[in-house]
């Protein structure tokens, strides 16, 4: 057909088919004897937010041959975490699907063309919508593709397939930090630059571990001349907390607690910046009147911090003669009090003035590798470019700029995640496309979703792996392209636009996810809409168009080839920027805020409160322990779909589950170091290898996220405000497995 053979003749690329990677091909510099490097290109890692450059070495044929860090990229400095150094591993993994694969009659996968697996996609899920409504299809997506493919995937459903409920598994990790930087600045706009890192006097870490889960962030804390001290709030003594100058050890879920007790402290002492809260917030009043409520006595009781404890962490804020900054990531996100837990960490700035100024902020620290991207323009929360789904006169500008008509924009905002799960198990949503996120193994309580499967008429996944826990649930497999094997932008924790290159061809029959979404379109009927959205270069002008005048402009951005030479580039960087930089490269570390001016009408921040909740569920005598979650190792990433194709990072990482245990509950329970243990909660149990040390408090357990049981442990409670799951907090018990013992 016309269509489909123009469209993969043009989205192939300039790559040769002659080079088949390997499993075993690449792993920490290392080059297969049979490949010869000959030129070098630069590119954006696809693991985390970091963002970090990698240089990848590239043989005659244009193919990858190995890589080594970036010594000149403002990010990373010439440094790379394990990850970067295995980036190229997950693209010659033995499992990758190289064909569209539709399950049978007989319940087995079947290889087909692209036509037919086109076809039947555009057909079944055409059925879905004549029995159930136009609604009742749903897409999550993912925070693992470049910003053009968010764009044109949002763009695609909403506006060309007449789909309404669109998240992504940003919801997973970021929602909370753009719910709250948007309440409180009035746009989702992280204040600052990774050279905060080094200019500081006092980084305080709240529900941050980046020494494993942001290694390349914690070298550049550790390199800082300025000898800061480095604070850390978290249950457990993590590795971060083990280098840091002081660590507070506070009661799982108090944080909210902890952050009012201190702007209490701060407020006494008399540390409040009034000429800064006077020119450039609202609400204080209400605020400093809320946090009389919450004295040491009240703080202590909850926290379990002693009142010398409490005093000495107010008066290391309370210097303003000090620069200091605040930090966090999942420990702070995925709570059930989440967003307003975020807010405390952001009053805590405004009190005290520390934002705008180097070493200061309150700064989020973004998971996925294009979080931000997805944040801005995934077509989920927001309209893209931070526009609104509400305001017909925010529709009526993204239609002009797209050339589309206003109707098909829709008016009102996607389901959440956690509501479009709902939805399945009500019957409203009956067919699902999922697009490089495994929600089988990572939605929480996953028990339910499994048991959900069934209420489905028609599951399509689109992935780089056949092997999945959704993709073995699925009825049609679409094979993807992988980072490395693209090309398109993603956008850091620090608001740097980032070029991804293609050094590799996609085995077989697998394409881009760009290429996928434009084949559906033509094969859906609405094609012609999106024919300026050529390639992913040409979204890129396209999403430049709508930034203009928005918080998050680039329009002074020219192309792809300005992103390479500037070595990324932090937004905003406006038409006028440019022109006033006269030929200059932008400056490489620019933060938000140094003029006091916010994004919120009265251009002021807001002080945001509320007041403390109950953790959903406590401990108590049938389950008698507190499960914590988080980063296992700098070597594995998320579900480990791509770190566990690396035999370099499977030998950095423990063999199968572990579980942390505090000394004095393991003598109780007679569990010694290697000792198998099942865990239980109310929806389900797993095993894994016991580690007895005293990082977790006793009546505390921690197991590293990545292993694909420790979702059938977790309680599903969800943020109010930006619906995030809390992932780190639920009540188990454990027992001694009778088995062999295992050694981690």
Same mark, same amino acid.
């Given at each position: ?68 860090? @970036? ?247 309370? @210097? ?142 689109? @992935? ?94 020219? @192309? ?185």
């Amino acid at each position: 057909m016309k269509p489909l053979e123009n469209l993969l003749r043009a989205h192939e690329g300039p790559m040769t088919s002659e080079l088949v990677l390997r499993p075993g091909d690449f792993g920490l510099g290392r080059v297969p004897a049979r490949l010869k490097p000959v030129s070098t290109t630069n590119t954006v890692c696809g693991f985390c937010s970091t963002g970090c450059s990698l240089r990848v070495h590239l043989d005659a044929a244009g193919q990858a041959v190995n890589l080594t860090p @970036d010594p000149d990229y403002p990010v990373n400095l010439g440094m790379a975490c394990p990850k970067g150094w295995e980036a190229l591993a997950p693209l010659a993994a033995a499992d990758r699907v190289t064909t569209p694969l539709l399950r049978a009659a007989g319940g087995r996968f079947a290889p087909v063309g692209w036509e037919q697996a086109l076809r039947t996609f555009c057909g079944r899920l055409k059925h879905v919508q004549a029995r159930h409504g136009p609604h009742s299809v749903a897409v999550l997506s993912t925070g693992q593709i470049v910003t053009e493919e968010m764009a044109l995937l949002g763009a695609l459903t909403k506006f060309g397939m007449g789909l309404l409920h669109l998240d992504s598994n940003t919801r997973q990790c970021m929602a909370t930090t753009h719910v709250a930087y948007k309440e409180s600045f009035g746009f989702d706009a992280p204040p600052f630059t990774y050279a905060d890192f080094e200019e500081s006097d006092v980084l305080v870490f709240i529900g941050a571990n980046p020494c494993i889960a942001h290694p390349i962030m914690w070298q550049r804390v550790m390199s800082s001349r300025r000898q800061p001290l480095v604070i850390v709030v978290d249950p457990r003594r993590t590795e971060t907390a083990m280098a840091a100058g002081r660590h507070y050890a506070i009661q799982p879920k108090s944080d909210l607690t902890l952050l009012y007790g201190l702007a209490h402290l701060l407020i006494n002492r008399g540390a409040a910046d009034e000429a800064f809260i006077r020119a450039s917030t609202d609400g204080y009043e209400a605020f400093a009147l809320h946090v009389r409520d919450f004295p040491p006595s009240r703080v202590c009781a909850a926290t379990g911090l002693t009142p010398e404890e409490l005093e000495q962490f107010a008066a290391a804020l309370a @210097d303003r003669e000090k620069r200091v900054s605040y930090w966090w990531t999942m420990g702070v996100n995925q709570g059930h009090e989440s967003t307003r837990t975020a807010q405390a960490i952001i009053n805590l700035a405004l009190l005290t003035g520390q934002i705008g100024r180097p070493g200061t902020g309150p700064n989020s620290i973004t998971g996925q590798c294009n979080a931000m991207g997805s944040r801005l323009y995934g077509n989920a929360t927001s309209l893209l470019g931070g526009y609104d789904f509400a305001d017909a006169e925010h529709r009526a500008h993204v239609a002009r700029v797209l050339g589309l008509d206003a109707a098909l924009i829709p008016s009102a905002k996607s389901w959440a995640y956690d509501q479009i799960v709902d939805g399945i198990e009500s019957g409203q949503i009956r067919g699902l496309w999922v697009i490089a996120t495994d929600p089988a193994h990572s939605w929480i309580n996953q028990g339910r979703l499994a048991a959900l499967r069934s209420k489905l008429e028609f599951l399509v996944v689109q @992935d780089m792996y056949a092997t999945t826990r959704t993709a073995q649930l699925a009825d049609l497999i679409l094979p993807a392209a992988g980072w490395g094997e693209k090309e398109g932008v993603l956008i850091n924790s620090e608001r740097r636009l980032g070029l991804v290159r293609k050094v590799a061809r996609a085995p077989g029959a697998a394409l881009s996810d760009f290429a996928i979404f434009k084949l559906i379109a033509e094969y859906w009927g609405c094609g012609k809409m999106f024919a300026r959205w050529s390639s992913p270069e040409a979204v890129f002008q396209l999403l430049k168009e709508l930034s203009r005048g928005q918080p998050c402009d680039f329009s002074g951005v020219r @192309d792809y080839a300005h992103l390479a030479e500037a070595r990324g580039i932090q937004w905003p960087w406006t038409e006028a920027s440019e022109m006033a930089a006269s030929g200059r490269a932008p400056q490489r570390q620019r933060r938000l805020f140094a003029d006091g001016r916010f994004f919120t009408p009265r251009r002021r921040a807001r002080f945001v409160f509320d007041h403390p909740r109950p953790m959903p569920e406590e401990p108590d005598g049938s389950y008698p322990f507190l499960l914590l979650t988080g980063r296992g190792t700098s070597a594995q990433w998320h579900t480990g779909s791509r770190t566990d194709k690396s035999a370099v990072l499977r030998k950095l990482a423990p063999r199968g589950a572990i579980i942390e245990i505090n000394p004095v509950d393991a003598r109780r329970l007679v569990i010694r170091a290697g000792d198998r243990v099942l865990i239980q909660s109310r929806r389900g149990e797993m095993r894994a290898t016991a580690v007895v040390t005293p990082t977790v408090q006793a009546g505390q357990v921690f197991i590293p996220m990545h292993d694909d049981q420790v979702n059938r442990l977790t309680f599903a409670a969800f943020d109010p405000h930006s619906r995030q799951p809390s992932y780190k907090a639920c009540a188990v018990r454990l027992k001694r497995a009778i088995q062999e013992r295992r050694s981690t």
